[in-house]
């Protein structure tokens, strides 16, 4: 795990300082940028080479990176990342909704929640590219750039906000989650090492956080046929829901799923159940031997002593799975199984939001 936080938390720990920021709105800085004239500047930073060998030391580039949008109520909302000198952008990439921006989020220590990254990345053919914006402790802006699972390229803008970067807008919130989601839609990066590397202690934190909940608002559904199911929902987010217990019934037993919901409604942990019968619930003995007299065969009656059960736990990062633990306590990565599993989570959350 030491090695994985070296190279995942590379581009990440540069950014972090320990001076807590405010949350309230500054005055507009005087950074240069790539934006124009109709767009509004989300995001501009003075972007330095990151340089590790011999020393560590910062190479100063020349070179400014811009995160531009537009109105995100407009019909055609855009969010444009422009790289290089001003007046000579050396790269620029605009969102679009058949090939949108994504985003992702993450605590970089499972202890600190003050100490996290937003990230926004593409696809440019085979290269990959994620600007990283720290948060609450944290400060500056990174950009890292990879190919084929290695890192290409490593800058950072520097620590002092509204000289070395800057960010938000004084008619715009702070927060990259909210840039124009028509073009910028939630996804778990594609190289490993920008993720979270501490996501399970992360998962069974905030798993337990929602299990220990008390003033949950339960929303119920009852169904024989599709399962009986109960939704735990924010107290005070009437929209958030948290978790999802529900039972699916089958004539040779049952399956039980508690299905736990991150923010964006994306499941990252499920707890599947699933229970066996020795014989349909149905067949009593009573019915065994009515059959035994009517047909001459002997069936096995119900016998809740003899029902298995199975149990099997899953830990997602968005649409990445993490981790796959099997009933006899073993990692189990039968991604297919998982993707199918999630889809169940995804599916339950569906109907409560349309009987919300």
């Not at 938390?9 to 309230?24: K, N, P, R, T, W």
């Amino acid at each position: 795990m030491a090695h994985v936080f070296q190279v995942s938390i590379a581009l990440l720990a540069v950014i972090l300082s320990f001076s807590v920021q405010g949350d309230e709105i500054e005055e507009k800085s005087h950074l240069s940028s790539h934006c124009h004239s109709h767009e509004t500047a989300y995001l501009n930073a003075n972007m330095k080479k990151v340089i590790r060998d011999p020393s560590f030391a910062y190479q100063p580039t020349g070179k400014v990176l811009s995160i531009c949008f537009t109105d995100s109520e407009a019909d055609a909302p855009m969010i444009v990342y422009r790289y290089g000198k001003i007046g000579n952008v050396e790269f620029e990439k605009i969102a679009t909704p058949v090939a949108p921006f994504y985003y992702y989020h993450f605590t970089l220590y499972p202890q600190a929640s003050k100490v996290n990254t937003s990230v926004l990345f593409f696809s440019n053919g085979k290269f990959n590219y994620y600007v990283g914006q720290a948060l609450g402790m944290g400060s500056g802006i990174s950009l890292s750039v990879y190919r084929d699972g290695k890192q290409l390229v490593e800058l950072f803008s520097g620590n002092d906000k509204g000289i070395d970067y800057d960010y938000g807008t004084e008619i715009y919130s702070r927060s990259m989650k909210d840039l124009p989601r028509k073009v910028f839609v939630d996804k778990t990066p594609t190289d490993k090492e920008m993720r979270s590397p501490y996501i399970l202690e992360i998962i069974k934190r905030r798993y337990k956080e929602i299990y220990d909940e008390k003033e949950h608002k339960l929303l119920r559904r009852d169904s024989m046929v599709t399962g009986d199911a109960t939704a735990y929902v924010n107290q005070y987010v009437a929209t958030d829901i948290e978790r999802i217990n529900t039972t699916f019934y089958a004539p040779l037993g049952n399956t039980k799923y508690q299905v736990y919901y991150d923010y964006n409604g994306s499941p990252f942990f499920i707890l599947q159940q699933i229970y066996t019968y020795n014989a349909p619930a149905t067949m009593t003995e009573a019915r065994v031997t009515q059959l035994k007299e009517e047909e001459g065969v002997v069936y096995q009656a119900y016998d809740p002593a003899k029902t298995t059960r199975e149990e099997w736990r899953y830990y997602y990062d968005g649409d990445y799975v993490v981790k796959v633990v099997n009933p006899q306590k073993e990692i189990d990565m039968d991604l297919e199984r998982a993707k199918e599993i999630r889809h169940i989570g995804l599916d339950l959350l569906k109907e409560f939001i349309n009987i919300q």
